[in-house]
């Protein structure tokens, strides 16, 4: 499914995963990967997070919206 808005302003492509998902998929690529460069979670997107996609993306509070 499609949701509204994009990953990052860089993205062309809607948004796949809900909020939720793309909080844990940062918190991953950072606590176990160890990960300085956060990459778009989209198959095909290489759009870089900006520290300001990431604090949205953590601080922002919801379900899976």
């Given at each position: 499914?499609?949701?509204?808005?994009?990953?990052?302003?860089?993205?062309?492509?809607a948004?796949?995963?809900?909020?939720?998902?793309i909080?844990?998929?940062?918190?991953?690529?950072?606590?176990e990967k160890?990960?300085?460069?956060i990459?778009?979670?989209?198959?095909?997107?290489?759009?870089?997070?900006?520290?300001?996609?990431?604090?949205?993306?953590l601080?922002?509070?919801?379900?899976?919206?």
């Amino acid at each position: 499914p499609a949701f509204a808005g994009t990953v990052t302003s860089q993205c062309t492509h809607a948004r796949s995963a809900c909020h939720s998902c793309i909080a844990r998929y940062i918190r991953s690529e950072i606590e176990e990967k160890c990960q300085t460069t956060i990459r778009c979670l989209h198959a095909g997107c290489a759009a870089e997070l900006a520290y300001a996609d990431i604090k949205l993306a953590l601080f922002t509070t919801g379900s899976c919206s």
